[in-house]
Every structure is written in C-alpha cells, then in structure tokens.
Nanobody, 123 residues
Framework: VQLVESGGGSVQSGGSLRLSCAASGDTRSTNCVAWFRQAPGEEREGVAAIESDGSTSYADSVKGRITISQDKRKNTLYLQMNSLKPEDTAMYFC??????????????????WGQGTQVTVSD
C-alpha cells in the first residue's frame, strides 16, 4: 500500500487546512487508517483515526477542531483542521494498519506510512 499526502501549508492561527491522503495498492491488508503528527524534537502522536469498526478516535488536543473522514470510492483519507493553533505545527503523516482490538491511534499496529506533509501555524 502506498500513501501520498497533500494539502499541507502555512496558515495563521485560527485558520483551516484540509489534508488529503491518496491510497493505492492492495488495502485489504489494513482495517484502520489514521493521521499522526510529529513536531521537531517531539515524539510522534496520533491525531485522528478511523477504527476497524468504522468509529472515529481523536487525540484530546484536537477534539472539536479536527475531523477525519474517508472517501472509499476514491481511496482517499481526509483531515479537516479548523481553528488551528501554533501548537498544531508539525509534519503530518497518513497511516494504515491492522488492529486486533486496540486503537489505530496508538500506532502499534501501523503497517504503512506516507511521506508526510508539513503544517505550519503562525500567531
């Protein structure tokens, strides 16, 4: 499975961005998809996920501001980010995995990663 992100950029605080992730290849080896981010000097963290049962999970820091969705016909994953804050600045990665009961958001069962797209939020 290949994952290619797009849509990153620079915005001012309070602005919005929508990230996209186009998937190709045999996705039958995955049952969940997610977005992760990593800021310089910090550990990678899960932002949002669509779990194996179709439910969504979000990091507490983004709840109410960020929405994950997917268009299965287009094999595309989205991350709509509103009310962006400087602390949202990071490289954002699309990911797909297979979970056996946990959450895709934990990152333990990720099998495929995209190359990342940079999001920068200024004051």
């Amino acid at each position: 499975v290949q994952l290619v992100e797009s849509g990153g950029g620079s915005v001012q605080s309070g602005g919005s961005l929508r990230l996209s992730c186009a998937a190709s290849g045999d996705t039958r080896s995955t049952n969940c998809v997610a977005w992760f981010r990593q800021a310089p000097g910090e550990e990678r963290e899960g932002v949002a996920a669509i779990e194996s049962d179709g439910s969504t999970s979000y990091a507490d820091s983004v709840k109410g501001r960020i929405t994950i969705s997917q268009d299965k016909r287009k094999n595309t994953l989205y991350l709509q980010m509103n009310s962006l804050k400087p602390e949202d600045t990071a490289m954002y990665f699309c990911a797909a995995g297979w979970v056996y009961g946990g959450s895709c958001l934990w990152g333990d069962d990720i099998r495929f990663w995209g190359q990342g797209t940079q999001v920068t939020v200024s004051d």
